[in-house]
């Protein structure tokens, strides 16, 4: 039997982080409990009014957020506000899957093109690694905004 899990951040900033991850994997904020969302609507604005109604202080409101794949496949992403800062390399990482079955200079182009896309978005390169027949197709080392470790693979 399998196990559903969800990947958890530690984090300073849980909706600018969660922003930054919903572009980078196409993932979308899932609404307030009890809440239908119209057609286009906002979930963050959704639960900016359900917080109003629960008198949330504001200095609580920036203490979580969600993530979840739209198509209900992959796992979901929770990122909580921690008061401490990032101290250490990650000992888990995400590897997002930027050249899928691609080879060669097809697939370093197509990681470069994706590492170009998440600098944009706010990303850091750290390192590209060449490939390694048999071994490696070769990958991208990068960090999110708030300096979390993942590859584009």
Same mark, same amino acid.
């Given at each position: 039997? =399998? =196990?559903?899990f969800q990947v958890t951040f530690?984090?300073?900033?849980?909706?600018? &982080? =969660?922003?930054f991850w919903q572009d980078v994997l196409g993932y979308v904020?899932?609404?307030p409990p009890g809440v239908q969302l119209a057609e286009g609507g906002?979930?963050?604005?959704a639960w900016d009014a359900? &917080?109003?109604e629960l008198d949330v202080p504001a200095e609580e409101r920036n203490s979580r957020s969600a993530l979840e794949d739209p198509e209900g496949r992959r796992p979901r992403l929770f990122f909580q506000r921690v008061p401490e800062g990032k101290q250490v390399k990650n000992r888990v990482h995400l590897d997002v899957r930027a050249a899928p079955g691609l080879e060669g200079a097809e697939r370093l182009d197509a990681l470069e093109a994706e590492c170009e896309r998440l600098v944009a978005l706010g990303a850091?390169?750290?390192q590209r690694f060449e490939p390694e027949p048999l071994l490696s197709g070769g990958f991208i080392v990068m960090q999110d905004p708030e300096g979390n470790e993942f590859c584009l693979d």
């Open positions: 039997m =399998s =196990s559903e530690d984090c300073a900033d849980p909706r600018r &982080l =969660s922003l904020h899932p609404p906002d979930p963050l604005s359900f &917080l109003d850091t390169r750290v």
